[in-house]
């Protein structure tokens, strides 16, 4: 006959495992070099990503406590973290304890309820006799002296504790094979294997959906952050085209306003050269209008133009300066039209009395030339007659 044992602890261990993938129960140890390995840290809340160096990586005993209280008060705020607090804490527990127990022999029972203030007194004392009676720790309340002792002492070594175990598991044993039939305890352990197998298919099908459930939400999230840093990379670039766009406008108006100042200027310099010119024509046309009357200019009046105020002349009016050019430039049209007008004037009375002057000698001049022109006649004629009769008698 094959003696079997059957260990529940270690079945229910071995289930576990499979479920997550394992052929055998794998130690802390692995696990924790599976998790840095695989960067599954990277995925951890940004608040608690110190927490596994805390816990694992550093030792701080005296001040464990208050470091990892922001973390703790974070997983109690989220509400899908939540039901890990519980745990969370009796974890840190074990891991102060277990850091204090390299350092101390010996505490009072106030100091560690300061440095586990995170725990309540009452829980702390329970859960530091559960962890003891599982083999997590090795400490014993003295609740006589008020201390907390700590380290291998007493009934606490390992190997008398690990003797005790041994030795009620062994009584166990031999009451087991003295009430019970080994035929019933067989059958029972048969079944036990009959049910595990039978459950086993299940457990793979779960298993499976379990783990295509996290690939399909590990897909979901993927496609979710490759959605998020799309629409941020388009986001990014929207604003980075408004701001070019803004920038060019920006610039166009400047180099508008720069034009427009420009324009603006060359119009004023235009204007401005337009009225001096103009003032100067005025000028030159009013010492016209006073050399044509017989007036000297005075000195100070040339160069008057040049010498003109630039404001002045910006204050000027462009029309009336205009308007003034125009009726001073009338004014020498009349004037040199009337002096035209008394020459002609002047020209007709010379021409009439020269003519009354010359009228007597005119006549006188006729007469002469009449005299003149008769005798002239008259020796002609008789020059004629002459000439022809010596021509009729040859």
Request: with cysteine; glycine share 2%.
């Amino acid at each position: 006959q094959l003696e079997v044992d059957f260990d529940p602890e270690k079945d229910k261990q071995q289930r576990m495992a499979t479920l997550v993938g394992h052929s055998t129960v794998p130690q802390r140890k692995a696990v924790l070099s599976d998790l840095v390995s695989r960067n599954i840290t990277s995925l951890v809340f940004p608040e608690l990503r110190e927490l596994l160096d805390k816990l694992e990586v550093e030792f701080d005993p005296l001040s464990l406590g208050d470091q990892v209280k922001p973390m703790l008060a974070f997983v109690e705020k989220t509400p899908e973290l939540n039901k890990y607090l519980e745990p969370l804490k009796k974890m840190v527990l074990i891991k102060l304890v277990q850091q204090l127990s390299q350092v101390y022999v010996t505490m009072r029972i106030s100091d560690f309820a300061r440095l586990a203030d995170f725990m309540s007194l009452h829980d702390c004392e329970k859960f530091i006799v559960e962890a003891v009676s599982r083999n997590q720790a090795m400490v014993r309340l003295d609740h006589k002296n008020g201390t907390l002792n700590l380290g291998d002492k007493g009934l606490e070594s390992e190997g008398r504790r690990s003797q005790l175990t041994n030795l009620a598991k062994g009584l166990q044993g031999t009451l087991d094979l003295v009430h019970q039939d080994k035929q019933e305890a067989r059958a029972q352990k048969a079944e036990a294997f009959k049910q595990l197998a039978d459950s086993l298919e299940d457990e793979r099908k779960m298993m499976t959906m379990r783990r295509q459930q996290i690939e399909e939400r590990k897909e979901l999230v993927e496609r979710e952050m490759h959605l998020k840093q799309m629409e941020d990379e388009r986001r990014r670039r929207m604003e980075d085209e408004e701001r070019r766009k803004a920038e060019e406008a920006r610039k166009e108006e400047d180099k508008k306003r720069r034009e427009e100042a420009r324009a603006q200027q060359e119009k004023e310099e235009k204007e401005l050269a337009e009225k001096k010119r103009l003032k100067e024509q005025v000028e030159a046309l009013k010492a016209e209008e006073k050399k044509g009357k017989g007036k000297a200019a005075a000195p100070e009046a040339k160069g008057a133009a040049e010498e003109m105020d630039e404001n002045e002349l910006k204050n000027m009016d462009k029309t009336e300066l205009i308007k003034a050019k125009r009726e001073q430039e009338e004014k020498l049209k009349r004037e040199a039209e009337e002096r035209i007008q008394q020459q002609v004037q002047k020209l007709d009375h010379l021409e009439r009395a020269r003519r009354e002057n010359e009228r007597p000698l005119l006549a006188k001049v006729f007469d002469e030339q009449k005299e003149q022109d008769k005798v002239r006649w008259e020796v002609e004629s008789q020059q004629f007659i002459t000439n022809h009769k010596k021509k009729y008698e040859e």
